[in-house]
């Protein structure tokens, strides 16, 4: 196991990539902990599996330097690093048995025949598949095959990391399920560092311990799911997590008022606006209040998804989302309230702290 | 589902039984009418039964033919697919390179049986062809017209020259549908290059493999053009292959009966080998 240091690592697929918008990957500097769960979150092509394979080996960063414990890796092929990884799409070696599957990093290693057979047991038990052991790999579905692969990850005893890259695309509902519970719980008994990549907010959420959301190239946020729920640091953040993601809504600030067309909105106190820039009101449809009184809405429809109602309205002309619980009834002349809990402030994207210094959260 | 019994429905199946029969079945039933007849012109015909079928198992001709086409079967196919293969892992997987190998593979197969033979042909011989001439030059006592052994090289080569794309093309569809993930588990599974053909890219490989042995089997026992217009089955009887005796005997000597029994011989060994070998394949392939 290992922590994993990424310093200033930047990357573009073309070799003479100078401007900001030729780099898959911008800038990231950050690190992973001995023995963490992360997610890395975000849309397709935000830099996130290119990340993962910087990390793997099987991509060589354009700039900046990968520490596996303080060692400098960014040169090691994949083999040295030593790293485990899962891939979208199940790889198994089909013509092999399972426990040969399991057996084949060992072999590649030179490991002698009886230490084999120690760790390809004790991990066939792990992954629950004892029974398959003598069975050819290629009969398995899919979510057996998965485990195999996770299975040629873990019978090295030494990997630094375990890598996955969105592993449970191709897996029924109710398994995914199944799979990432143990997953977390081959987490908590044995200490890997783990790196999920997805973007699944409900698989990163439950995963992970702390969420590294990506976007266009660059982390946005690293956080607890609480975090990323409350206090999103970008629109993006706000917008890709939660469902409906956050309502974003431009305003003009005074003091501790936000003005939104010819509304005023009470904020909890006064951002240190720097008057620069575009300024929006962030706040998730969870703390929009439908009721008889406050900013009028025009009702667009509503969704009912069971436990609860997805309100879609216009609040001076802009879209926006609430939720009401199963009983709730929308009153006949709705107007909406924002809770000042979930009221977050943004200037040019990047939220700004209110009441305190402006600057980044 | 309730289903409608209508009897007429069978005339729908008629054009197409029209059409097996008269470039099937009636040409079949033609030869397996030769085959238990004889005749001696005048278009008068006397039931000879199994006379021709018996005549031709015990004939030394044709047991020496079948074996020398079962060579040459063997041989084209222990060089063709190793090479076939081999090429096929290093033609490029993108980039510029690909549709270039693509054209000039499939060059080969665009080019006409006897064309190839007459190519192969000028090629060889000692006067003007290049090959022939130039292996003279140095020294080298080439010339498929005398030398048995110098007309089978000839026509293993022309054939491995004609054909080797097939092989080639067919690994290459192979490989190219293999996911990216495949080769990068096996470096991080720390699998060596041989490794990495033997467990990931043969496995893929393998249906098109069956396919490819199975085509080039058929097509190499039932050979016929291009030697019968390089060496005409000679020097001797030395590349006198199956279908080259067949027509020797069909139209050469117009012995019809024995011919027609020897046709049906050979399809059905040609059957038979081709029923083994897809059997034995995939049931390899299965296990």
């Given at each position: 196991?290992?922590?994993?240091?990424?310093?200033?690592?930047?990357?573009?697929?073309?070799?003479?990539?100078?401007?900001?918008?030729?780099?898959?990957?911008?800038?990231?500097?950050?690190t992973?902990?001995?023995?963490?769960?992360?997610?890395?979150l975000?849309?397709?092509?935000?830099?996130?599996?290119?990340?993962?394979?910087?990390?793997?080996?099987?991509?060589?960063?354009?700039h900046?330097?990968?520490?596996?414990?303080?060692?400098?890796?960014?040169?090691?092929?994949?083999?040295?690093?030593n790293?485990?990884?899962?891939?979208?799409f199940?790889?198994?070696?089909?013509?092999?048995?399972?426990?040969?599957?399991?057996?084949?990093?060992?072999?590649?290693?030179?490991v002698?025949?009886?230490?084999?057979?120690?760790?390809?047991?004790?991990?066939?038990?792990?992954?629950?598949?004892?029974s398959?052991a003598?069975?050819?790999?290629?009969?398995?579905?899919?979510?057996?095959?998965?485990?195999?692969?996770?299975?040629?990850?873990l019978?090295?005893?030494?990997?630094?990391?375990?890598?996955?890259?969105?592993?449970?695309?191709?897996?029924?509902p109710?398994?995914?399920?199944?799979?990432?519970?143990?997953?977390?719980?081959?987490?908590?008994?044995?200490?890997?560092?783990?790196v999920?990549?997805?973007?699944?907010?409900t698989?990163?959420?439950?995963?992970?311990?702390?969420?590294?959301?990506?976007?266009d190239?660059?982390?946005v946020?690293?956080?607890?799911?609480?975090?990323?729920?409350?206090?999103?640091?970008h629109?993006?953040?706000?917008?890709?997590?939660?469902?409906?993601?956050?309502?974003?809504l431009?305003?003009?600030?005074?003091?501790?008022?936000?003005?939104?067309?010819?509304?005023?909105?009470?904020?909890?106190?006064a951002?240190?606006a720097?008057?620069?820039?575009?300024?929006?009101?962030?706040?998730?449809?969870?703390?929009?209040?439908?009721?008889?009184?406050?900013?009028?809405?025009?009702?667009?429809?509503v969704?009912?998804?069971g436990?609860?109602?997805?309100?879609?309205a216009?609040?001076?002309?802009?879209?926006?989302?609430?939720?009401?619980?199963?009983?709730?009834?929308?009153?006949?002349?709705?107007?909406?309230?924002?809770?000042?809990?979930?009221i977050?402030?943004?200037?040019?994207?990047?939220?700004?702290?209110?009441?305190?210094?402006?600057?980044?959260? | 589902m309730?289903?409608?019994?209508?009897?007429?429905?069978?005339?729908?199946?008629l054009?197409?039984?029209?059409?097996?029969?008269?470039?099937?079945?009636?040409?079949?039933?033609?030869?397996?009418?030769?085959?238990?007849?004889?005749?001696?012109?005048?278009?008068?015909?006397?039931w000879?039964?199994?006379?021709?079928?018996?005549?031709?198992?015990?004939?030394?001709?044709?047991?020496e033919?079948?074996?020398?086409?079962?060579?040459?079967?063997?041989?084209?196919?222990?060089?063709?697919?190793?090479?076939?293969?081999f090429?096929?892992?290093?033609?490029?997987?993108?980039?510029?390179?690909?549709?270039?190998?693509?054209?000039?593979?499939?060059?080969?197969?665009?080019?006409?049986?006897?064309v190839?033979g007459?190519?192969?042909?000028?090629?060889?011989?000692?006067?003007?062809?290049?090959?022939?001439?130039?292996l003279?030059?140095?020294?080298?006592?080439?010339?498929?017209?005398?030398?048995?052994?110098?007309?089978?090289?000839?026509?293993?080569?022309?054939?491995?020259?004609?054909?080797?794309?097939?092989?080639?093309?067919?690994?290459?569809?192979?490989?190219?549908?293999?996911?990216?993930?495949?080769?990068?588990?096996?470096k991080?599974?720390?699998a060596?290059r041989?490794?990495?053909?033997?467990?990931?890219?043969?496995?893929?490989?393998?249906?098109?493999?069956l396919?490819?042995?199975?085509?080039?089997?058929?097509?190499?026992?039932?050979?016929?053009?291009?030697?019968f217009?390089?060496?005409?089955?000679?020097?001797?009887?030395?590349?006198?292959?199956?279908?080259?005796?067949?027509?020797?005997?069909?139209?050469?000597?117009?012995?019809?009966?024995?011919?027609?029994?020897?046709?049906?011989i050979?399809?059905?060994?040609?059957?038979?080998?081709s029923?083994?070998?897809?059997?034995?394949?995939?049931?390899?392939?299965?296990e």
């Amino acid at each position: 196991m290992a922590r994993i240091d990424l310093d200033h690592i930047r990357h573009a697929y073309s070799p003479n990539a100078t401007k900001p918008e030729d780099f898959a990957l911008k800038e990231v500097h950050h690190t992973f902990e001995d023995g963490g769960a992360y997610a890395l979150l975000g849309p397709s092509g935000c830099g996130k599996t290119t990340l993962l394979n910087i990390i793997s080996g099987l991509l060589h960063p354009s700039h900046g330097k990968l520490l596996f414990n303080g060692r400098d890796v960014t040169n090691l092929s994949t083999q040295e690093r030593n790293i485990a990884q899962v891939f979208q799409f199940p790889v198994i070696y089909d013509t092999m048995t399972v426990y040969d599957n399991l057996a084949f990093p060992l072999r590649n290693r030179g490991v002698p025949e009886s230490e084999v057979d120690r760790k390809v047991r004790e991990i066939i038990k792990m992954i629950d598949l004892e029974s398959w052991a003598k069975r050819r790999a290629r009969g398995l579905t899919a979510d057996q095959k998965q485990k195999i692969s996770l299975g040629r990850g873990l019978v090295r005893s030494d990997v630094n990391a375990i890598l996955f890259d969105e592993p449970l695309t191709v897996i029924d509902p109710h398994m995914k399920w199944v799979l990432r519970s143990q997953l977390k719980q081959l987490h908590r008994q044995f200490g890997y560092t783990m790196v999920y990549v997805t973007h699944d907010q409900t698989e990163a959420l439950t995963f992970a311990d702390r969420v590294v959301v990506m976007y266009d190239g660059q982390i946005v946020q690293i956080g607890t799911p609480a975090e990323l729920f409350e206090k999103p640091s970008h629109t993006f953040v706000g917008y890709f997590i939660g469902s409906p993601g956050m309502n974003v809504l431009p305003v003009t600030v005074e003091g501790t008022r936000a003005k939104l067309g010819g509304q005023i909105i009470e904020l909890p106190g006064a951002p240190a606006a720097d008057g620069q820039g575009q300024v929006e009101l962030g706040i998730r449809p969870e703390y929009v209040r439908v009721g008889s009184e406050g900013i009028p809405v025009q009702i667009r429809k509503v969704e009912d998804i069971g436990r609860h109602k997805v309100v879609r309205a216009a609040i001076e002309g802009k879209e926006i989302a609430a939720i009401l619980t199963e009983d709730e009834e929308l009153p006949a002349n709705p107007h909406v309230r924002f809770d000042p809990a979930g009221i977050n402030l943004y200037a040019n994207s990047w939220r700004v702290n209110v009441a305190e210094t402006g600057r980044r959260a | 589902m309730e289903k409608t019994w209508n009897n007429r429905a069978w005339f729908m199946v008629l054009p197409v039984l029209v059409l097996v029969a008269f470039s099937a079945v009636i040409p079949l039933m033609t030869v397996v009418n030769y085959s238990v007849q004889d005749t001696f012109g005048n278009n008068e015909f006397f039931w000879a039964g199994s006379e021709w079928f018996q005549e031709m198992l015990t004939s030394a001709r044709f047991w020496e033919a079948f074996w020398r086409n079962l060579a040459f079967s063997g041989i084209i196919l222990a060089i063709e697919i190793p090479l076939g293969i081999f090429i096929a892992l290093n033609m490029p997987k993108s980039g510029w390179g690909v549709p270039v190998c693509l054209v000039l593979m499939a060059l080969p197969l665009l080019i006409p049986w006897n064309v190839v033979g007459t190519i192969w042909q000028v090629f060889g011989r000692i006067d003007i062809g290049l090959l022939g001439y130039g292996l003279n030059a140095f020294g080298l006592d080439y010339n498929y017209v005398n030398d048995p052994i110098d007309a089978w090289a000839t026509v293993v080569i022309m054939d491995v020259w004609h054909w080797t794309s097939l092989v080639v093309l067919l690994c290459y569809a192979g490989l190219v549908s293999i996911p990216d993930a495949y080769y990068q588990a096996a470096k991080i599974d720390g699998a060596s290059r041989w490794a990495v053909f033997r467990y990931i890219q043969l496995p893929k490989m393998n249906r098109v493999l069956l396919i490819a042995v199975l085509l080039r089997f058929m097509d190499s026992f039932m050979i016929y053009t291009e030697p019968f217009v390089v060496t005409g089955g000679g020097p001797g009887n030395s590349t006198t292959f199956l279908s080259i005796d067949l027509v020797k005997m069909a139209i050469g000597q117009f012995d019809l009966g024995p011919a027609a029994a020897m046709s049906i011989i050979y399809f059905l060994i040609i059957l038979l080998l081709s029923w083994v070998f897809y059997t034995v394949m995939t049931n390899y392939d299965a296990e």
